[in-house]
């Protein structure tokens, strides 16, 4: 089960890994993505911190991460295929997983519906 | 949100939100960015098809009178004696200082009467500038922007797409040419120039003939494209924004731009470009090649060259055509083609980029007769 952020993030559970990307408002926002600048493997995140950008024809927009942890595995693919993102921005198109620190962190995220309302009132 | 000052309308702005654009403010205009295909596929289609742009934001200023042509040859940089009737001619205007006002089309239409058309964006500042150079000469200025509506129709199968429905024999128009005619009954400037490195054509037509001939275009197949799509087009081409490649604090030399300025006559700012071409240029306008991976330059990211700022970019983006990160930028005029420098496309983050030449693609635009 999906959790969003404000800053159109969504995150999901698989078991202590957190998968992370930008939603399907974000891309459809942002225009064709042609770069994401992926962050490092083994690279430590705080909860709020700039995970990466992603860069549409027009601007760049930073990702933060909603949750803090170690970088476990980035999306290699998007590397040669950034349009993932707009095509399935909430499937095949994550961006990283990460080793949660405390997945407590999870509780205070936004729930889809509290995320649509974000959205309608944008 | 505070009270904001209303967004200008072109006469096709109903259009743009029936095809469901995504208009954003232009230089005071709501204009569309992307229709619902997007950028990329709005790009493909004028490369490789044809594409359709609303380009009535643009200003028209008619001079007219005995002195019309003399006017315009001190007003440009550009030769405009050696015109024929018919020809059009990309030019710019200058400050005494060399600095560019705007970069503009003349149409050279007869003796009296020629028309200027200027950068949207620089509008009421071009048409302020060119009633003061006119003082002393006997020509009447007169700003007809609101009578206009302008279409670009762009791409390899432009011609083919709307040769039935001209009254004019299309092949006859020669790049940078133009004749006044026809477009499905509709009276208008037919002229065979653009903004985007494909062959197409350019109408200009009274404004409420704007609707019906957008209509009939779109009906023969041609796919509506916005200024995403139109900076893309252009910038693999290496042509100009104004704003970002030319502005006031650059002259045209510096830009590239010598084949458009004759030293040979005189005009606004001539002394100053000479004395420039004379004591030799310090930086230009130079095309870049990323050669790394780390990010897209953008307008006004540094550049460096062994850890010292020497530049800054004018334009950067991911070139679909050329299918490279490529950028435009301001550097020192030593560097020569394979240099190498790094662009800094975010603090503390500098890639890799080297010279290389223009264009980044060249498309089915044709080229002028010599």
């Known amino acids: 089960m999906k959790k969003y952020t404000k800053s159109h993030e969504w995150v999901e559970l698989d078991g202590t890994v957190a998968i992370i990307g930008i939603t399907d408002h974000a891309q459809e926002k942002l225009g064709d993505i042609v770069y994401v600048d992926l962050p490092e493997e083994g690279a430590e995140i705080s909860k709020g911190d700039t995970l990466c950008s992603v860069e549409s024809v027009k601007a760049a927009s930073d990702v933060f991460s909603p949750v803090s942890g170690k970088v476990e595995k980035t999306n290699e693919a998007l590397e040669d295929a ?16 990460i080793e949660v620190s405390d997945t407590a962190e999870l509780d205070t995220l936004l729930s889809e519906e509290e995320y649509k309302k974000v959205c309608e009132e944008e | 949100m505070s009270g904001s000052v209303e967004l ?15 208009m954003v403010d232009f230089g005071g205009w709501d204009m569309p960015i992307q229709y619902t295909e997007g950028i990329l596929a709005e790009h493909k289609n004028v490369r490789e098809s044809v594409g359709l742009f609303d380009v009535s934001h643009m200003g028209e200023i008619t001079v007219k009178g005995e ?16 015109m024929k009737f018919g020809e059009i001619c990309y030019t710019l205007m ?28 620089n509008l009421e500042k071009d048409f302020e500038w060119i009633k003061k150079q006119a003082e002393n000469f006997n020509v009447e200025v007169v700003n007809v922007s609101d009578e206009y509506a302008q279409i670009a129709l762009q791409g390899p199968g432009s011609e083919e797409m709307i040769k039935d429905i001209c009254g004019v024999v299309l092949e006859n128009i020669e790049f940078y040419h133009f004749e006044m005619g026809r477009i499905n009954g509709i009276q208008a400037i037919i002229s065979r120039t653009g903004y985007t490195g494909e062959d197409g054509f350019e109408f200009y037509v009274q404004k409420d003939a704007a609707i019906p001939l957008w209509r009939k275009l779109l009906e023969l197949g041609a796919k509506p494209a916005g200024l995403g799509s139109r900076d893309l087009l252009r910038f693999e081409a290496c042509y100009m924004l104004y704003g970002n490649e030319i502005t006031e604090n650059t002259t045209p030399l510096e830009a590239g731009l010598k084949w458009a300025v004759n030293l040979e006559k005189e005009f606004v700012g001539k002394s100053s470009l000479s004395e420039q071409k004379e004591k030799g240029l310090t930086r230009k306008l130079r095309a870049l090649e990323v050669t790394e991976k780390g990010g897209i330059p953008r307008h006004n990211n540094k550049i460096y060259s062994e850890d010292k700022e020497i530049g800054f970019v004018t334009t950067g983006n991911k070139s679909p055509s050329a299918g490279k990160v490529v950028a435009l930028g301001y550097i020192p005029s030593t560097f020569k083609l394979g240099n190498e420098v790094e662009i800094e496309v975010r603090p503390n983050k500098r890639i890799k980029a080297k010279v290389v030449r223009t264009p980044f693609y060249r498309g089915s635009v044709k080229s002028k007769k010599k």
């Not at chain 2, 200058?94 to 964006?121: F, H, P, Q, R, T």
């Open chain 2, 94 to 121: 200058c400050m005494e200082n060399g600095g560019i006002v705007d970069d503009l089309l003349v149409y050279k239409i007869d003796n009296k009467y020629a028309l200027l058309v200027v950068n949207a964006s």
């Open chain 2, 8 to 22: 200008k309308c072109t006469p096709l702005h109903a259009e743009h939100i029936r095809l469901k654009a995504k």
């Open chain 2, 67 to 82: 002195q019309a042509l003399d006017f315009c040859e001190h007003l440009v940089t550009n030769s405009i004696e050696k």
């Open chain 1, 82 to 97: 950034p349009e993932t993102i707009n095509s399935s921005a909430e499937a095949d198109g994550w961006i990283v997983r």
